[in-house]
């Protein structure tokens, strides 16, 4: 039975909506299921929101309405957003279905048959906008790194995990799988980590009514931790499709945001150990988009809508800022002069004025239709086609390692290349010229095969446009006919294809 590359993405709170730097994980999770599928790769990406949280219940409360109507309307604008911004996810899961809750009272009742699961008292600080249990040393005076507000302190008869068992063996696994937690910065981190020991965790809360119920205290709730990180393995299939879940698990990549990565690399497999659960093949812990200098925050007011943005300059527009711009393994810097200078330099002015013109001039001199290709290729041609069919061997590896924004610069250099090509080429002047009717189809039939070829790569970070693309050149706007295995040969456009509208893909804006 062939594995299908099954990646995922951490599932948000609904008490408030996705901000930009939120957007900047569905969008690079997407980005690389969209590469898979363009490679021929069968590929299942999941998403979802995490309602039973203490935040979503009083933010509900707040509202009046329980905290289910609140979960409901809320995850329909998530939907929403990500809608908006093209994330093609394949499940969109939620932790109040009855599937999770199920799969997860099968899981906690496997670790309690294991001995791993334990009644204890609790008393330390809580953070409830990350919910996390804190201990003195995770504070940064008296405060939350994570929010910047005090945690509660609290005393509670809870379950208890037995995480400290299973430190000797999560080292082992880390040291002996190096591609477990990516980047290498990370690894160190809980390497580190992990050399301190590991304490066992509370796994239930009490009094809140919110939540799945503990099946060996019915009083109490799962810990929202252990009930959210569950959902890679109920979104799989875990509890309603088995076939389907023996073929996805185990989640080739979760994709997290760094600062939960203890959660992921430490908890979440020690959970997967002790239920007899095999392990997820990585963890890739990405850094934060910053705006002012802090991490984007709903709960500290530094957020942007990312809707907004979106609908202003378009989606496609903000997918490749922010994969250009941020390296997907560090923390990068939102402003909106270097949004708008990327838009116009790099979209407007680059890749949108090469199509624009590219396409005007088939449509004024050639009567609309692709002329057929050179039989005789010049040197200016053969250098083109060399630069273009160059791409695809490094731009594989960058998205097989995350390097969203090296695969990004190596098809803006092939971009650049082009419209290098038609500047040298003149093609406006050629009709003027002896013989240049010849010499004009050869160099417009380079220039709409050399679009067909950035269409493809440039699919999974911009799906919007690689379809713009495609329909003006006159080709199906389904991309899913194309495959990267056309960007191995030059000269599959077929002559006389008529041309279809050409409209800018983005028309300039003011500062």
């Known amino acids: 039975m062939e594995k299908t590359f099954y990646l995922t993405t951490a599932i948000d709170y609904v008490n408030a909506l996705p901000h930009v730097g939120t957007a900047y994980e569905k969008i690079g999770a997407d980005a690389l299921a969209r590469f898979k599928r363009l490679c021929g790769v069968e590929t299942f990406f999941l998403m979802g929101v995490d309602e039973h949280s203490a935040n979503v219940e009083r933010q509900a409360r707040a509202n009046g309405v329980p905290p289910q109507a609140y979960c409901d309307e809320m995850c329909a604008k998530f939907e929403s957003v990500w809608r908006t911004l093209d994330i093609s996810y394949d499940r969109f899961i939620r932790t109040s279905e009855p599937a999770h809750a199920a799969t997860v009272r099968e899981i906690f009742q496997r670790i309690a048959r294991k001995g791993d699961i334990y009644k204890g008292k609790y008393r330390g600080w809580y953070c409830v906008s990350c919910e996390a249990f804190l201990k003195d040393s995770d504070l940064k005076d008296g405060l939350c790194p994570s929010h910047g507000k005090k945690p509660e302190w609290i005393e509670e008869d809870n379950c208890f995990f037995a995480l400290s068992r299973y430190a000797d063996p999560l080292k082992r696994h880390i040291e002996e799988h190096p591609e477990f937690i990516r980047p290498g910065a990370r690894r160190n981190e809980i390497l580190s980590f992990l050399s301190e020991g590991l304490e066992d965790i509370s796994v239930s ?23 959210a990180l569950i959902n890679y393995v109920t979104g799989a299939g875990f509890h309603e499709d088995r076939e389907g879940f023996a073929r996805r698990w185990p989640a080739d990549l979760h994709i997290v945001g760094k600062d939960i990565t203890r959660f992921h690399c430490l908890i979440w497999p020690a959970m997967l150990m002790a239920a007899d659960i095999p392990l997820p093949v990585s963890v890739w812990g990405h850094g934060f988009v910053h705006l002012g200098g802090e991490k984007m925050s ?12 979106a609908g202003e300059y378009g989606a496609d527009s903000l997918r490749y800022f922010l994969l250009r711009e941020v390296p997907f393994d560090r923390d990068g810097e939102f402003t909106l002069q270097k949004f708008i200078n990327r838009y116009n330099a790099d979209l407007a002015n680059d890749l949108g004025n090469l199509c624009q013109r590219t396409l005007v001039i088939v449509a004024k001199y050639l009567g609309g239709a692709i002329p ?12 083109l086609r060399h630069a273009l069919l160059s791409v695809r061997e490094p731009l594989c590896r960058d998205m097989e390692e995350m390097h969203f924004h090296s695969a990004l610069e190596r098809i803006w250099a092939a971009v650049a290349c082009c419209n290098r090509y038609i500047d040298e080429s003149a093609p406006w002047k050629l009709r003027k010229e002896a013989n240049g009717e010849k010499r004009l189809a050869a160099v417009m039939y380079t220039l709409c095969e050399s679009l067909r070829i950035l269409a493809l790569f440039i699919q999974p970070f911009m799906p919007m446009t690689s379809t713009g693309i495609r329909q003006q050149l006159g080709l199906t706007a389904d991309v899913k006919f194309g495959s990267l295995r056309e960007t191995e040969e ?4 077929e002559a006389g294809l008529k041309i279809g509208r050409i409209t800018p893909l983005f028309p300039k804006k003011e500062q």
């Open 205 to 227: 809360r009490a009094g809140a009514a919110w939540g799945i119920r503990c099946p060996s205290e019915e009083s109490q709730s799962i810990y929202v931790w252990f009930d």
């Open 298 to 309: 709903k709960t500290r007011g530094t957020a942007i809508d990312p809707s907004v943005l």
């Open 372 to 383: 057929p290709p050179p039989a005789d290729a010049g040197e200016a041609e053969g250098g």
């Open 490 to 493: 030059f000269g599959i456009l």
